[in-house]
């Protein structure tokens, strides 16, 4: 259970129940098993898997840059926990939610490796749930805790790219 240390009462935390990458995950099988010759025990054509290889790659390159800037700064990744300090540089210093955008590019590099133009489109669904469920709440939540400071820097920094 979170700590109750914000000044309103409410709990120090966004309030994101469900993991983000589990959000993502859920679009993707879905799109996946609609149309990907993989639920078929093949491959997508050889174009699509170096293709889409490489930008998952590039997606899952970004998560880990993310998730290690907040371990440097002794933050918590996991949005249930709270945030100890809003992060203005590296990758932070030019989005906002690079771990999302990470898991986004991922998404869309597998679903491209997988021949599944159903799981691309799926993406869109995802981003849309990621951006109301979650960064909706991370942001309100980082609103409350951190006002001006973190108000600044939503201001100077685009939320996705």
């Not at 990744?77 to 210093?93: F, L, N, S």
């Not at 590099?109 to 909706?136: D, E, F, N, Q, T």
Request: hydrophobic share 50%; glycine share 8%.
């Amino acid at each position: 259970m979170a700590e109750d240390n914000s000044a309103n009462g409410a709990p120090d935390e966004a309030g994101v129940r469900i993991p983000p990458p589990l959000i993502f995950l859920f679009f993707l099988l879905v799109g996946l098993w609609i149309d990907s010759p993989w639920f078929n025990s093949q491959l997508a054509e050889a174009w699509m898997t170096i293709v889409g290889g490489s930008i998952a790659a590039v997606g899952f390159a970004l998560i880990l840059k993310g998730a290690l800037r907040h371990k440097a700064v002794d933050s918590n990744v996991e949005p249930w926990k709270p945030t100890t300090t809003i992060m203005t540089d590296g990758i932070y210093g030019w989005s906002c939610n690079p771990i999302y955008l990470g898991m986004a590019i991922t998404h869309a590099g597998l679903a491209i490796c997988g021949g599944s133009l159903a799981a691309l489109v799926a993406l869109a669904p995802a981003i849309l749930v990621i951006r109301v469920y979650v960064i909706g709440r991370e942001e309100r939540y980082l609103e409350a805790k951190f006002s001006d400071e973190y108000l600044a820097y939503k201001a100077k920094v685009r939320r996705w790219i």
